[in-house]
């Protein structure tokens, strides 16, 4: 297999194609129009139905799939209660979060799918919302993570036992009787058997997810729970068969890698290459909390997988400035339909963003990098603790080929 860095920076394009189907005529037509003392006449009727139903347009060779990925939705208290004290004006609501993801908010629902690593469990109102080290968000943050055009939660990752197995049951039933789709823990074994696919476009994507860590906690043996786990690569490969014999495109996410290290582990890539040997079409990491660079994997019999390690942070409130770059991943998938699985990746687009907030971590805020500027950069609040400025974020940036200076 052979891979290819990759620095995307340009603007995405989009294809579309639309044919028109002419109309039939009704077979009672044909007859009561044909002369009955000709059968000549008749017979040319017939050829001209014919030769009109020849005409029409094929069925399409291919169609696309575009794709959205996000990073870590990390919620830390400053987060919740700032969205709690914004809500104060409003008798409906108990937690208000669009001002903090306002700055991004239109880049989130153009793609055919968007996939969000929801890294704090949402267990449910009888659930508290609390913080790190043991997390859990209001359950306000998932419906507006719907609202924003989330499609799918990817919801394996190291936080994935903070509330126990009670918590984690809950969870999981939150999503469920919301009609939220998630990926990567499950009630039990036919759970995980049943393969998430969404069809877009006469495609059908199937999603599977793994955590490689769950900060030392384990399921007990009295539980039917199941979670995602990087370590069992035999029955990762497996699942990807399974997803691939029942879709056309497969993506698999996966919470790897060292926290706060901007540097892709060798582990990592041989991991990257048997996953897309294996029939991944498209690997999406996080967990290090920062950006990793991206790459085009070339497998043995001719396909193109794309790997992003570590898509960063698409929000939190942490205290180090690369916590604080992050970036939105666009990238279309074209799927030849005769029959062949072949796949095709293209228009791929990466759009930096920034988490903003003012000092004691108020107003936390993304922005686009395009519309984020130096004095906004000196005024972090993140200063106090961390280096940081504009051209931190530029140099960072550049150094994992995602953005090209001018």
Partial sequence: MKTRSLAIIASALMLCACGQQEEE??????????????????????????????????????????????????IHSSIYKQAARRAEADPEKDYDF???????????????????????????????????????????????????????FTIANNHTLDKGETGLEDCLTYYDENGFVRVGA????????????????????S?????????????????????GRTQDMELIKSEIAAAKEISDICVVSLHWGLENSGEVEAYQRDAAKVLAEAGADAIIGNHPHVLREIEILETSDGRRTLCAYSLGNFISAQSVGTNLIGGILNFDITVSLDGSGRTVIDNMEF??????????????????????????????????????????????????????KN
């Fill in 207 to 227: 999603f599977l997810c793994y955590t490689e860590s769950l900060n030392g906690l384990s399921l007990s043996g009295k539980t039917d729970l199941e979670i």
């Fill in 186 to 205: 499950y009630h039990n074994a036919e759970d995980r058997s049943n393969i998430r696919v969404i069809e877009k476009n006469g495609v059908k994507i």
């Fill in 98 to 152: 669009a001002f903090a993801y306002e700055g991004v908010a239109d880049l989130l629902d153009n793609a055919d799918i968007t996939i969000l690593n929801q890294e704090t469990l949402i267990c449910g109102d009888d659930y508290a919302p609390s913080t790190y080290p043991c997390f859990n968000s209001p359950e306000e943050l998932g419906f507006y993570m719907n609202e924003l055009g989330i499609d799918v």
């Fill in 351 to 404: 759009i930096p963003i920034v988490t903003h907030y003012d000092s004691n971590y108020s107003n936390i805020r993304l922005y686009k990098l395009s519309d984020y500027s130096p004095e906004l950069a000196e005024a972090h609040g993140v200063r106090v603790n961390s280096k940081f400025s504009y051209d931190y974020i530029i140099e960072y940036l550049t150094s994992k080929n995602l953005y090209e």
């Fill in 25 to 74: 005529v009704p077979a009672i037509n044909v007859i009561t129009s044909a002369s009955s003392e000709s059968v000549t006449s008749a017979v040319t009727v017939t050829e001209a139905v014919t030769t009109t139903a020849e005409t029409e347009p094929p069925p399409p060779a291919e169609a696309t799939v575009s794709f959205t990925a996000l990073g870590d939705n990390l």
